[in-house]
């Protein structure tokens, strides 16, 4: 009996393995010859997808090495997951070309987290991954039909050349996969109109013209670097550099160095290299010295020698100048990034100038005798624009260091954060104190959608007697990564950077010269007390000869303004002692905080004014508010168009497309006023609309909503001298002076009013 039942059972595995000896013998026979054509398209287009993606994850072994290795792995991952594919196919019994439906699902796969890597989200990249996956199919199994027609060689190429024009065709029709041929800049399309129009009429701002503060300055100079000496990567800082640094350990703030990021530096935490490119004028000085340091980056690209194009005009005009080497504080695919990271390139900033003040007093040094330590500049690209402002206000970061400088042995005059990051550390936020403070953004920036910087611009403040100014400059088409030569175009490692293409780039020359100009002449007005350049900073288009055709906004103030009214309180009536407000025809007007594109807040608050039809709104001023006005004194304040948001807002769909049109009114208590259009001092602009990606709808998608909002609320800085006031009506008396008035005359319209004060002439 149990023999009997042991037979049946041994029958029984050996149809089972028969059955799967049947259904796997065949497993190809439905891989037809033309079938074939769309596995080796499958291949190409996986290929592809990871050639490009180790762009963006590079390991430092090469860019060849990279894409070589990342294509054995792929061909080899598609062999062996299409067979193992084939087989559940084959013992499904599904009768369908197995392994190219096998190759299908992988390279769908692979294409699906390439595109998720690429910040296009969950439902963009298998919307995305299918269409070009099918598309490829399609192409491999056309050309599979045609050899399949016999055709003759020529026929046989001709044809496929046909479907590859068409392909990169409709590849180029929806703009750009990746886009294929230079874009034009609107910029350089609208330079008649965009020039024309901001210098047309009595513009008081432009009567003078201002050198180009972008040219070499009378300085013959020298190049060269310090450094550890022991660097494996560059030379430069290697055995090839001209002064050694002493390394730092910097243990104190780093909790994990993994042991890759050790393998490709050649060092940890407690060894830091001290690494910078110096640009030194000739001749006994002492000289200013400016320091500056990159952002974030791949580690494994450098960013250091980036600012070479800075390096070289400073020095021409006078002052030291450092590229300051923080590469090894980067991300990396493979390592990270320091968790302090923020923390530690403020320290190696400091370092620096300890570094420095060591070499000075050495006299085989080129530093010996010839650094100015009372006039330190630091310049900052991205996290290195946050870095420079906490090394500034370095008692809120590092109360109880030891190792750095002593603070009175030398003295930070200005900072410069070129699109800037502002995250806050442990809690807390930079403050600069009587400080100038000067922060340039793109709004092209695909990186930092936000200007980050404007943040710091309002935590800027000065004492009454201070010499310090505070200066921002927004810039339609400039993006992140071209204030940096070694960056490139795009704002985004591939894969990500072929769908996020801003259009319509400054380019890279042009984008240089606005980073030129205003640095230097930032400089120039901070180091050498040139105030010829105070004027650009308050007026950008006194710099329209010489800066790239774009449209600009700027903030200005210095020590000097005076506020009259303050936005921050919940009461809206009540702006300061002495100084109330009211308003008529306005649907809305309160105190709130601006936002940034993502609806997050700027930290700065303002008066937001809304409008259907005309509004007036209103600040009334006590004679102790405006005790001391005279009448060269400039009548201040900052205006953000949010024009676009009524879009948004119920009632207002039915938006106007004309220019703002505001007057300005001021009165006295005798009732004597004047008024005057805000356009004959400057003209108000449209808000800045940027489109990140080529996709369409896609803009809220991508990065997780990053892009989701195509324009943020930019103040642009307006004066309205009180003498051209007095031009228009004599009989108006400066100090009786009693109201000043916001005049609408066309709507619907919005937008928001802040830093109104009084500036002396």
């Known amino acids: 009996m149990n023999l009997e039942l042991e037979y049946i059972e041994l029958s029984r595995r050996k149809r089972l393995v028969l059955w799967l000896k049947r259904r796997l013998t065949d497993k190809y026979a439905l891989d037809t010859r033309i079938w074939r054509f769309v596995v080796v398209s499958m291949w190409i287009l996986s290929c592809t997808a990871v050639g490009i993606c180790v762009f963006g994850m590079p390991t430092g072994f090469g860019v060849l090495f990279d894409v070589v290795t990342a294509i054995c792995l792929n061909t080899i991952g598609l062999a062996l997951s299409s067979a193992l594919i084939t087989i559940i196919l084959a013992i499904c019994g599904l009768r369908v070309p197995r392994y190219t439906l096998g190759t299908f699902l992988y390279v769908g796969v692979i294409l699906y987290f390439v595109l998720l890597f690429s910040q296009l989200g969950s439902l963009g990249s298998i919307i995305f991954s299918a269409i070009v996956t099918l598309f490829a199919g399609g192409v491999g199994l056309l050309i599979g039909w045609l050899t399949s027609l016999r055709l003759s060689r020529r026929a046989l190429i001709f044809s496929i050349g046909v479907i590859a024009i068409f392909g990169l065709a409709a590849a180029y029709t929806v703009n750009g996969f990746p886009r294929l041929l230079p874009t034009s800049s609107r910029a350089d399309a609208d330079t008649a109109d965009n020039v024309g129009s901001l210098t047309a009429g009595d513009v008081h701002a432009l009567a003078s013209n201002l050198p180009d503060p972008s040219e070499p300055g009378e300085y013959q100079f020298n190049s060269f670097t310090y450094g550890s000496g022991e660097d494996r990567n560059r030379s430069e800082f290697g055995d090839e550099t001209d002064e050694l640094s002493q390394p730092v350990n910097a243990s104190a703030y ?29 001749g006994e000085g002492p000289f200013p010295i400016v320091l500056m340091v990159h952002g974030n980056h791949l580690m494994e690209k450098f960013s250091d020698g980036g600012y070479d194009y800075l390096g070289e005009l400073l020095a021409s005009r006078g002052s030291i100048a450092l590229s300051i080497d923080e590469n090894f504080l980067n991300y990396s695919f493979w390592s990270g990034i320091p968790k302090q990271d923020m923390k530690l390139r403020a320290w190696i900033l400091l370092k620096h100038i300890q570094q420095i003040q060591q070499f000075s007093v050495q006299e085989e040094s080129p530093f010996y005798n010839r650094v100015d330590f009372t006039q330190v500049a630091l310049l900052g ?45 442990d809690g807390k936020v930079t403050e600069l104190k009587d400080i100038s403070y000067l922060t340039l953004q793109g709004a092209k920036d695909a990186d930092l959608v936000n200007f980050y910087g404007d943040r710091q611009y309002g935590r800027t403040t000065f004492s009454s007697a201070s010499e310090a100014f505070k200066a921002s400059l927004y810039i339609e088409d400039a993006n992140h990564s071209q204030f940096n030569t070694e960056w490139g175009k795009s704002d985004n490692a591939l894969p990500a950077g072929l769908f996020i293409r801003p259009k319509d780039l400054l380019e890279p020359e042009q984008q240089k010269q606005v980073a030129e100009v205003y640095v230097s002449a930032f400089l120039e007005a901070v180091f050498h007390n040139n105030e010829q350049y105070d004027l650009l900073f308050r007026d950008y288009r006194q710099g329209l000869s010489f800066l790239p055709p774009t449209r600009y906004f700027n903030q200005y103030e210095s020590g000097g303004f005076v506020q009259l009214a303050d936005f921050t309180g ?103 006023a004047v008024r005057l259009p805000l356009s004959r001092f400057m003209e108000i602009e449209p808000q800045v609309a940027t489109q990140f990606t080529w996709l369409p709808g896609m803009e809220s998608v991508v990065s997780e909503g990053k892009f989701k909002d195509v324009e943020e609320p930019v103040f642009q800085t307006y004066e309205l001298p009180l003498n051209e006031f007095l031009e228009a009506n004599p009989e108006f008396d400066p100090s009786e002076w009693s109201r000043i008035s916001f005049y609408f005359n066309e709507g619907p319209g919005k937008v928001m009013l802040d830093d109104l004060g009084l500036m002396p002439e």
Do not use: C
């Not at 780093?254 to 000739?282: C, H, Q, Y």
């Not at 009540?574 to 807040?601: F, I, P, Y």
């Open 254 to 282: 780093i909790d994990s160095w993994p042991w890759l990021r050790s393998k490709f530096w050649g060092f940890d935490e407690t060894e830091l290299p001290l690494n910078a490119r110096v640009w030194m004028p000739e």
């Open 570 to 672: 919940s009461d809206r009536k009540k702006l300061a002692s002495g100084v109330t407000a009211e308003a008529t025809d306005m649907s809305d007007w309160r105190h709130v905080e601006a936002l940034n594109r993502q609806g997050k807040g700027k930290g700065n608050k303002g008066v937001e004014l809304q409008w259907k039809a005309k509004g007036k709104y209103s600040i009334l001023l006590s004679p102790l508010a405006i005790s001391g006005v005279s009448n060269e004194d400039i009548l201040m304040f900052s205006m953000a168009n949010m024009d676009r948001d009524l879009e948004k807002e119920e009632g207002f769909e039915e938006r106007a497309e004309t220019n703002l049109s505001i007057d300005i009114e001021l009165e006295d208590h005798s009732g004597t």
């Open 381 to 425: 690209h991205s996290r290195g624009g946050q870095a420079a402002a906490m090394a500034a206000d370095r008692s809120l970061w590092f109360p109880d260091e030891d190792g750095l400088p002593e603070p009175d042995s030398y003295s930070v005059q200005a900072v410069i954060g070129i699109a800037p990051t502002d995250t806050p550390v």
